[in-house]
Nanobody
Framework: QVQLVESGGGLVQAGGSLRLSCAAS????????MAWFRQAPGEEREFVAA????????????NYANSVKGRFTISRDNDQSTMYLQMNSLKPEDTAVYYC?????????????????????WGQGTQVTVSS
């Protein structure tokens, strides 16, 4: 199993940028498909972005929610056992607690999962607040 710890959240003005990090420990990180989800107050947890497992140091197939496509970029560094979410052109509606999630998926052709129930391991979350 893997343990996940997010960092990098904070308060930013609309149009600004933040980079979230998710540090993993405890297992072979490169064999895990990883994702970011977010949850705003009173809302369901929603998919943001995901990246497939990878045999290289970086890379992996990616998938994004339509609401963040073109603004957010998910990436991973398997040597550092860390996943990132670069968030640009932030909007007030991006305000939420952001969670990183992982699932053991070493097959490189495994479908990228976008449902929260399909992920087994979760971080504690980091707050992102975008002011207008």
């Amino acid at each position: 199993q893997v343990q996940l710890v997010e960092s990098g959240g904070g308060l930013v003005q609309a149009g600004g940028s933040l980079r979230l990090s998710c540090a993993a420990s405890g297992d072979i990180f490169r064999a895990y498909a990883m994702a970011w989800f977010r949850q705003a107050p009173g809302e369901e947890r929603e998919f943001v972005a995901a990246i497939a497992s990878s045999v290289t140091s970086t890379g992996g197939r990616t998938n994004y929610a339509n609401s963040v496509k073109g603004r957010f970029t998910i990436s991973r560094d398997n040597d550092q056992s860390t996943m990132y979410l670069q968030m640009n052109s932030l909007k007030p509606e991006d305000t939420a607690v952001y969670y990183c999630a992982g699932r053991f998926a070493p097959g490189l052709s495994s479908p990228i999962r976008t449902m929260s129930g399909e992920y087994d391991y979760w971080g504690q979350g980091t707050q992102v607040t975008v002011s207008s």
